[in-house]
C-alpha cells in the first residue's frame, strides 16, 4: 500500500518544484483570435475561438489553434470579471503555455517554463475590463460544439472539490484522467491524510469479507454513490469524503491486491469505523467527531461527540452567508438526507459555548442535498468557474423538549417545534423592550407562527408570523402577519407576492398625536387595524391587484403606525385586473369605502383603455388615448364623536355626497418634426366627459380642449484638458437640454362645478389639511391660492392624456420653460474608467400671460430647481427649492450634504427653510457610525430655529454580538411632549437583519466568516 501511494504522490510532489507565476487580478486579460462565436449561457458569456487563439494574463501566455471561454462579468462596481479557459491542440496545431520570470523576461523571449499538451484548463480574474482583439462574432451555433462539451467534461466538478478538502495536505493526488463510473458501480481510494503515509493493512475475515487497519492519519474517498435529482443516466455522481486518524474499513468484492482503491458494485458491503478527528464531508455538508461508523452502502451511520456544520438554502435572490452548526452528543445518520441527534444544540455561533442556542432533547433533521438540473437539458448544473454542481437545499428539523438559551440560561421553553430551516432563528424572531409616556412600558416579542405550531412542510415561499404586545398604558395587543413570495396562488398560477397583516388591541388608554391632540378618547375600545396587499401575473398575461386597509377609528393609523401614516399611501381596499399589451393596457377595478371616517371614492367599478405612442401616418403622427367607464360613489367622512377632533374639523368644498356614472375619453395627437437642432413638436388633446351627478346634483357634461407647441434642444460641449484632483475631476463635458412649451386650454365647465371622484391627495394629506385650513385654527389659511386644486392645474395636470384626476380642469395660458444640466467626468482606476454625473441642475419656470385669472396677478411662478453635486462618489451636496412670487407666496429651500460609506458610516446634515403662510427654518441631521467591529451607533435630530424650537431626537448604541444585536435607543418627540427609552435584542441568525435595514451599515449574520 505504501509503494502505491509513494507511487501516486512522488510525480506531484515533483512538480510542484517549480510552480507558474501566481496571477494577479489587477492585471488585465488579453484575448485574440482570428474567428469567433458568442452566445450567452446562463449568466456566462460563451466565446468560441479559433486560429491563432492568444491569451494573456501578467506572465502567463497561452497559444493555441482553438478554445472556449466561460466570462462571468462583475455584479457590481469593484468587482472582479472571472474568465475559465479551456484551450485544445490539433493534429498540426500545438499548444502551448508560457510563463516567464518576469516582464522583461517575457520582452525578451525568456521563460520560466513551458507547458505542452492537448489541452490547457486555467481559471482567471481580473478587475479590469477584458481587452479583446477580435473579429465581428459569428452567432450561436444551432447545435454546441464538441469542444465546448469537452471544456466541461476536463473536471468532474464533485470530484475536484472532494479531493481539496484534505485538512492537512498541502497537494492532493489528483486522477490522470477523469472517468465517469457506469451505473451500479462505486469507487473508493485510501490517501494519508497529510504527506506522512500512513500505516496500512489488509486483513482476511472468517466471512470473505476484506478488513484494512489504517493509523497515522487517513483519507478516504468514495465515488460513484448516487446523486439526488439527476437522472439515472448521468451515472452516479455523489461523493463522500472521510478523514481521520485511524480507521477500520469493511469491504467485499475487493481485489486487496490494488492497495488503498477498490471498485464494487453499489449492493456490495462497505463499512468504515473511525476514531479521532474525524472529518465526513458529502456535497458542502461537514461533520465533525470523535468516533463514528458508517455504512456506505445503506449510507447511514452513528456520531459520537459530533458537530454537524451546513450551509443554508439560498433566500430567494439572497445567499445567507453564515452555517447552520448541529452539535450532539450522539448523531444517527438514518440515511443519505435524514439525521438523528439526542441532546442537541442548534445555533451559527462558531464558539464552542455559544451565547444563544436552541437546544432540545431530541432533534430530527433532514439536510435534503439535490443536484439542480437544466430543465431544458437534463443535466446538471455547472458553475463554469467554481467547477462545481450546483446543489439546492431543502431543510427540515423536527424537535422535542426545546429551549431557548441565552449565555446558557434557558429562557423560553416549548414541547415541540416542526420547521424549515429557511429561516435561521428558533420560535423568537424579535425581543423589544420600551419605556416612554406614550404606551408606557412596552414588551413586545414576535415568533416564527410555522415554529410554533410544528408545522413541518409549510408552503414554500410563505413566511407566517405571530406577535404579544403588552403596553401598560394602553393594554395587550396581539397580532399575526402572512407574507408570501411564490409562483402560484389559491389555485392561480403566476407568480404571486403578498403581504396580510392584523393587529388588535383593546385599548384602555388615550392618544397622544402632538400639536393639540395629546389626550384624545379613541372613538372605539377594541382597535384593530388589517392591512394587504396582492399582486399576481397570472399565465394568461392578466395581473391581479387586491387591496385591504380596514381600520377600527380615524385616530389607530397615525397614533399605532406613525410611520406608515407618514409615508405610506393611503389604506384602500379593492381589487384590481389589468392586461399590458406592448403600448395598450385594459383595467377593470372595484374599490369599496371601509372605513367610513376617511373620504373615499367608491368604484362599482371602473374600466380603463389605455393606449399611448401610437404611430399614425407613418410615423408622422403619435397618437395618445385614455377612455374610462364608471360608476362612481363620493362618501365623505363622517363626522368625528370627540371634542377636540370635532373642532379641528371642516368640510373641503370638493366634498359632497353625490353618485352616478362618469363616463370620459381623452385624445391626443402630436405632430413631431426636426427644424434644424430643434425638436418641435405641435399637439392638440381634447376630451369629451359626462357625470352622471355634480356638486349641485344635477348631471354635467364638458368638453374641453388643450393645443399648443413643445420644443427641445440639446447642446454640448467637451473639455478634456480639465483636472482637479481636489475636485474629483479627469475631464468635463457639460450637456444641457432646454426645453419649452406653450399651450391654452379651454373647457365649457369650471372644475368647482365637481367633486373630487379622483383625489388629488392621499387621506393622510387631506387630514392634515383640515386641520391647516381650518377658519378657527392657527395659521388660518382660507386663500383660494393655496386651494390644491388650482395649484394641479397651475402645474400643468390636465395637459396629461394619463392625469390621475379627470376633474382639474380649467382655462388657462401658460407658457413653461426648463434646462436640465449635465456636467460629467471621469472616475475609475487605469482600464475602469466609466463616466458619472459630477453635477447635475434642473430649472423649471411658468409664465402666465393671463396673469389676474391663471396665477393670482403675477405673470412669473412655478419656478423650482434640483441640484446634484456630486463631489465623489460617496460624497454629495444637494440642494432644491420651489417659489410662488403671488403675495404670501410659498418660497422654500433646502441646502445638505450627504456621505455614504456602506461598511462604517453614513450620514446627513441639512437645513430647510420655508417662508410664506406658514414660516419654519428646519435644521436636520442623522448619523450611523460603526465605532468599531462590535459597536454601531446612530442618532438623528430636527431642530426649528423659530419659534417652534425643538422638534426631536433619537439617539442609540448597539452591542454587535456574537449571537445577537442588543440595542439600546432613547427617543424625543417635543410635538408629543414625549420621552421614550428602548431596548431591543435581535438573534444575528437572521440573514437580514433590521440593524442594516435601519442604519445602512451592513452587519453580516453570526459566523459567516468563521470564529469572530
Not at 493509523?215 to 439515472?232: H, Y
Not at 413653461?816 to 467626468?825: A, C, D, F, N, Y
Amino acid at each position: 500500500m505504501a509503494a502505491a501511494l509513494m507511487a501516486i504522490l512522488a510525480p506531484l510532489a515533483a512538480a510542484t518544484e517549480i510552480q507558474p507565476p501566481p496571477t494577479d487580478v489587477s492585471e488585465p486579460i488579453t484575448i485574440a483570435a482570428d474567428y469567433c462565436e458568442h452566445w450567452q449561457q446562463g449568466v456566462y458569456e460563451v466565446w468560441r475561438l479559433r486560429g491563432n487563439v492568444y491569451l494573456n494574463q501578467g506572465l502567463t501566455y497561452a497559444r493555441g489553434p482553438e478554445a472556449v471561454l466561460w466570462v462571468d462579468p462583475p455584479d457590481a462596481p469593484g468587482e472582479a470579471t472571472k474568465v475559465i479557459a479551456y484551450f485544445e491542440s490539433t493534429e498540426h496545431a500545438p499548444l502551448s503555455v508560457d510563463y516567464s520570470r518576469n516582464a522583461d523576461a517575457a520582452m525578451e523571449g525568456g521563460i520560466l517554463g513551458r507547458q505542452q499538451g492537448s489541452t490547457w484548463f486555467k481559471r482567471l480574474a481580473t478587475s479590469q475590463p477584458l481587452r479583446t482583439k477580435l473579429p465581428e462574432p459569428a452567432p450561436a451555433p444551432n447545435e454546441k460544439p464538441a469542444i465546448y462539451n469537452r471544456g466541461l467534461e476536463q473536471f468532474d466538478p464533485l470530484r475536484r472539490k472532494q479531493l481539496l478538502l484534505a485538512q492537512y495536505t498541502e497537494f492532493a493526488p489528483t486522477p490522470g484522467a477523469v472517468q465517469t463510473l457506469p451505473p451500479g458501480v462505486r469507487r473508493f481510494q485510501v490517501f494519508g491524510r497529510s504527506d506522512v503515509l500512513p500505516n496500512f493493512e489488509w486483513k482476511q475475515l472468517p466471512g470473505g469479507e476484506n478488513a484494512a487497519v489504517v493509523t497515522g492519519g487517513v483519507r478516504v474517498l468514495i465515488e460513484g454513490l448516487p446523486a439526488e435529482g439527476l437522472p439515472a443516466s448521468f451515472g452516479p455522481l455523489g461523493v463522500v469524503d472521510l478523514s481521520t486518524d485511524r480507521a477500520v474499513i469493511f469491504a467485499s468484492g475487493v481485489d486487496t491486491g490494488a492497495g488503498g482503491a477498490g471498485v464494487q458494485s453499489h449492493d456490495a458491503p462497505l463499512e468504515i469505523y473511525m476514531e479521532g478527528n474525524i472529518e465526513f464531508r458529502q456535497g458542502d455538508r461537514v461533520i465533525y467527531a470523535d468516533r463514528m461508523y458508517y455504512d456506505v452502502r445503506r449510507q447511514i451511520g452513528v456520531i459520537l461527540n459530533a458537530e454537524l456544520l451546513t450551509p443554508l438554502p439560498n433566500l430567494g435572490k439572497y445567499e445567507y452567508q453564515g452555517l447552520v452548526r448541529l452539535k450532539a452528543s450522539a448523531i444517527r445518520q438514518l440515511d443519505q438526507s435524514h439525521f438523528a441527534a439526542t441532546n442537541a444544540l442548534v445555533t451559527t455561533s462558531r464558539l464552542e459555548e455559544p451565547a444563544y442556542a436552541f437546544g432540545s432533547r431530541e432533534i430530527l433533521f433532514e439536510d435534503d442535498q439535490r443536484t439542480i438540473v437544466d430543465p431544458a437539458t437534463g443535466a446538471p448544473v455547472i458553475d463554469p468557474f467554481t467547477g462545481d454542481a450546483v446543489v439546492d437545499h431543502r431543510q427540515l428539523a423536527e424537535a422535542r423538549g426545546n429551549a431557548v438559551y441565552v449565555r446558557g440560561i434557558p429562557v423560553f421553553y416549548w414541547p415541540q417545534i416542526a420547521t424549515d430551516l429557511e429561516k435561521p432563528s428558533f420560535l423568537v424572531d424579535r425581543v423589544r423592550i420600551g419605556d416612554d409616556d406614550v404606551f408606557g412600558t412596552q414588551v413586545q416579542v414576535d415568533f416564527d407562527a410555522y415554529q410554533l405550531f410544528g408545522i413541518r412542510n409549510a408552503p414554500a415561499g410563505t413566511d407566517w408570523g405571530l406577535s404579544t404586545d403588552y403596553l401598560s398604558d394602553r393594554g395587550l395587543g396581539f397580532g399575526t402577519d402572512f407574507s408570501y413570495d411564490r409562483e402560484g396562488f389559491l389555485g392561480l398560477n403566476g407568480p404571486a407576492k403578498g403581504l396580510w397583516d392584523l393587529w388588535a388591541i383593546d385599548d384602555n388608554g388615550v392618544d397622544n398625536l402632538g400639536g393639540g391632540r395629546q389626550a384624545i378618547d379613541p372613538e372605539e375600545e377594541f382597535r384593530y387595524r388589517l392591512f394587504g396587499q396582492h399582486r399576481q401575473r397570472l399565465d394568461n398575461g392578466w395581473e391581479l391587484s387586491a387591496e385591504a386597509g380596514l381600520l377600527s377609528d380615524r385616530t389607530f393609523l397615525e397614533q399605532y403606525y406613525e410611520r406608515e401614516w407618514d409615508e405610506f399611501k393611503s389604506p384602500r381596499t379593492g381589487l384590481r385586473l389589468k392586461r399590458l399589451d406592448d403600448n395598450r393596457e385594459w383595467s377593470l377595478e372595484a374599490n369599496a369605502q371601509v372605513n367610513n371616517f376617511y373620504t373615499e371614492t367608491q368604484s362599482l367599478p371602473r374600466l380603463d383603455h389605455y393606449w399611448l405612442g401610437a404611430s399614425l401616418l407613418v410615423d408622422r403622427v403619435t397618437w395618445f388615448e385614455h377612455s374610462h367607464v364608471a360608476y362612481l360613489d363620493f362618501e365623505p367622512a363622517s363626522f368625528p364623536s370627540n371634542p377636540t377632533l370635532a373642532s379641528q374639523f371642516s368640510y373641503f368644498p370638493w366634498e359632497a355626497d353625490v353618485d352616478g356614472e362618469r363616463v370620459a375619453t381623452r385624445q391626443e395627437f402630436d405632430l413631431p418634426m426636426q427644424v434644424g437642432a430643434v425638436k418641435v413638436v405641435p399637439f392638440a388633446l381634447g376630451e369629451f366627459a359626462h357625470w352622471g351627478e355634480a356638486l349641485d346634483g344635477q348631471s354635467l357634461d364638458r368638453a374641453y380642449i388643450h393645443t399648443g407647441v413643445r420644443a427641445s434642444v440639446p447642446f454640448w460641449a467637451v473639455f478634456p484638458e480639465v483636472y482637479d484632483p481636489l475636485f474629483n475631476l479627469n475631464g468635463l463635458a457639460h450637456k444641457v437640454v432646454f426645453d419649452a412649451e406653450l399651450s391654452y386650454a379651454d373647457a365649457n365647465a369650471n372644475y368647482d362645478e365637481l367633486p373630487l371622484y379622483d383625489p388629488l391627495d392621499d387621506i393622510q394629506l387631506n387630514e392634515f389639511r383640515r386641520r391647516v385650513f381650518n377658519p378657527t385654527l392657527p395659521p388660518n389659511i382660507t386663500d383660494l391660492k393655496f386651494d390644491p386644486r388650482t395649484y394641479a392645474i397651475r402645474s400643468g395636470l390636465q395637459g396629461w392624456v394619463t392625469s390621475p384626476s379627470t376633474e382639474m380642469v380649467d382655462d388657462l395660458l401658460a407658457a413653461r420653460l426648463g434646462m436640465r444640466h449635465r456636467w460629467q467626468t471621469k472616475r475609475g482606476g487605469p482600464g475602469r474608467q466609466h463616466i458619472v454625473d459630477w453635477l447635475t441642475l434642473d430649472v423649471n419656470a411658468t409664465i402666465f400671460p393671463e396673469a389676474n385669472r391663471d396665477n393670482f396677478g403675477q405673470e412669473l411662478g412655478l419656478l423650482d430647481y434640483d441640484l446634484r453635486w456630486h463631489l465623489g462618489d460617496r460624497f454629495t451636496i444637494l440642494s432644491d427649492g420651489a417659489a410662488d412670487f403671488f403675495g404670501n407666496g410659498l418660497i422654500t429651500a433646502s441646502l445638505g450634504v450627504a456621505i455614504n460609506r456602506p461598511s462604517r458610516w453614513n450620514g446627513y446634515a441639512g437645513i430647510r427653510t420655508i417662508n410664506g403662510p406658514i414660516s419654519s427654518n428646519v435644521v436636520v441631521g442623522s448619523l450611523n457610525y460603526r465605532l468599531s467591529e462590535k459597536w454601531l451607533s446612530f442618532g438623528s435630530a430636527a431642530v426649528d430655529l423659530g419659534n417652534v424650537g425643538n422638534i426631536g431626537q433619537t439617539f442609540g448604541m448597539t452591542r454587535i454580538g456574537e449571537s445577537f444585536n442588543v440595542t439600546l435607543a432613547l427617543n424625543v418627540d417635543n410635538a408629543k411632549d414625549n420621552v421614550g427609552v428602548s431596548f431591543s435584542l435581535e438573534p444575528r441568525f437572521l440573514p437580514n437583519s433590521r440593524l442594516s435595514r435601519d442604519t445602512g451599515v451592513d452587519v453580516p449574520p453570526s459566523g459567516a466568516f468563521g470564529l469572530e
